[in-house]
């Protein structure tokens, strides 16, 4: 069975401060891994996904992520936090081997951006 | 090019009422998926179904719960005699593939169902 944890359910950084956002994950095969942001009441959008090829995935609003298979990990970062980065970010995992692709997510982390 | 389209977004119910869920995949995408979100908590996967097929069902409640996608229209989640531990968010997603590059699952926005 796969899991995914993501350190910190809430998280506050000031207007063009680093953003990092911790995710580990377990899994007994090599998996896919997303990350994914909810802004309120609204769905979740993809902002980038590891499928196997780069470690280093680039991602949109200037997010970017690392797959470290010796750390089970996949942090994501982004080098200067904008007001607008303010919502809920999700790490999610899923088996490439399995019947479809369902997904599992981590609790969520709340990143609150302060001016 | 219309995203996935979730209706009702807004949907109450009373205790023992019906819901039902009405997803519409994107364009060619012939794979949904239904998550549910409850109150402060992620999301957890429910059902993943082809067109006319079940094909993984294993995260659904053995009862009251059942999901649906004919060949013609959009895909339902069904709720029987809906209880005030069924209020939450549910999201449906749909991807053109599982396979590989074009495995990934685009959401929709939601229906937040608020049972009272």
């Known amino acids: 069975a796969q899991s995914v944890t993501q350190l910190g359910s809430h998280v506050s950084v000031s207007e063009g401060a680093l953003v990092l956002l911790r995710c580990n994950y377990s899994?007994?095969?090599?998996?896919?891994l997303f990350w994914y942001v909810q802004y309120p009441n609204q769905g979740l959008q993809l902002l980038l996904k590891y499928t196997s090829a780069a470690t280093l995935v680039k991602g949109i609003n200037g997010f970017e992520a690392e797959f470290k298979k010796s750390e089970t990990s996949f942090h994501l970062t982004k080098p200067s936090a904008h007001m607008s980065d303010a919502a809920e970010y999700f790490c999610a995992v899923s088996d490439p081997g399995a019947a479809g692709n369902k997904l599992t997510f981590g609790g969520g982390t709340r990143v609150l951006v302060k001016p | 090019n219309a995203g996935v389209m979730q209706n009702p977004r807004h949907l109450v119910r009373r205790r023992g009422q019906e819901a039902r869920l009405r997803c519409s995949p994107m364009k060619g995408h012939s794979h949904v998926y239904w998550y549910r979100q409850l109150p402060e908590e992620g999301l957890k996967f429910m059902v993943y179904?082809?067109?006319?097929?079940?094909?993984?069902e294993s995260g659904m409640p053995k009862e009251r719960f059942s999901a649906e996608f004919p060949k013609e229209g959009p895909s339902i989640l069904r709720i029987q005699q809906v209880v005030r531990g069924d209020s939450a968010a549910y999201f449906c997603?749909?991807?053109?593939?599982?396979?590989?590059?074009?495995?990934?699952?685009?959401f929709g926005p939601g229906t937040r169902l608020t049972v009272t």
């Open positions: 899994s007994s095969v090599p998996p896919y």
């Open positions: 997603a749909s991807s053109p593939s599982v396979q590989g590059a074009r495995n990934e699952q685009y």
């Open positions: 179904l082809q067109k006319e097929n079940i094909i993984d």
